[in-house]
T-cell receptor, first 113, second 122 residues
């Protein structure tokens, strides 16, 4: 069975500082990894994905994520946080044989001015 | 290209009634996925459909829940005889190819989500 852990319920960061939202996963086969963001009362918006290739993946709105196979992690990062980045972030995994996404519990990012 | 459209956005039902949730995938997408989100939790997979076929329903409760994706028209998630525990946000996603497929182009493995239907059972 596949699983995703987002160990932090909430991450607080000051505007302009770098941010990291952590994600570790467990899956058999080759992992397909995704980050989504959810704003209040909205659906999930795709940020970025890792399927294969470079371990550092760049996505929307200046976000990036680093795939680390040995640590089974896919942490989301941004060099300089904006107040408008405040939202709920979800990491998700599937593999090369599956179609359902397994989501982590989500991490609420709060960026303070 | 319109995104994934779900309606209604909010649905209120009394216990024992039926709830019908609709999802129109993005144009050109023939793969639809339904997920359920309880408050302050992540999304849980329910069912994966391709036109006229249920591919994977491993996340669907065995009773009262059903899903379809007819040749014409939207995908429907149907909940019969709703109970309070069914109160949740139900999200639909679509993709042009199976998420696990070998089409590794820019957007081909991504599931695009609708805004969801928030079901409240009184």
């Amino acid at each position: 069975a596949q699983s995703v852990a987002q160990p932090e319920d909430q991450v607080n960061v000051a505007e302009g500082n770098p941010l990291t939202v952590k994600c570790t996963y467990s899956v058999s086969g080759n992992p397909y990894l995704f980050w989504y963001v959810q704003y209040p009362n909205r659906g999930l918006q795709f940020l970025l994905k890792y399927i294969t290739g470079d371990n550092l993946v760049k996505g929307s709105y200046g976000f990036e994520a680093e795939f680390n196979k040995s640590q089974t992690s896919f942490h989301l990062k941004k060099p300089s946080a904006l107040v408008s980045d405040s939202a709920l972030y979800f990491c998700a995994v599937t593999n090369n044989a599956g179609n359902m996404l397994t989501f982590g519990g989500g991490t609420r990012l709060m960026v303070k001015p | 290209n319109a995104g994934v459209m779900q309606n209604p956005r909010h649905l209120v039902r009394r216990r024992g009634q039926e709830a019908r949730l609709r999802c129109s995938p993005m144009k050109g997408h023939s793969h639809v996925y339904w997920y359920r989100q309880l408050p302050e939790e992540g999304l849980k997979f329910m069912v994966y459909l391709q036109k006229e076929n249920i591919i994977d329903e491993s996340g669907m409760p065995k009773e009262r829940f059903s899903a379809e994706f007819p040749k014409e028209g939207p995908s429907i998630l149907r909940i019969q005889q709703v109970v309070r525990g069914d109160s949740a946000a139900y999200f639909c996603a679509s993709s042009p190819y199976p998420t696990s497929g070998r089409a590794l182009g820019e957007a081909k493995n991504i599931q695009y989500f609708g805004a969801g239907t928030r079901l409240s059972v009184l």
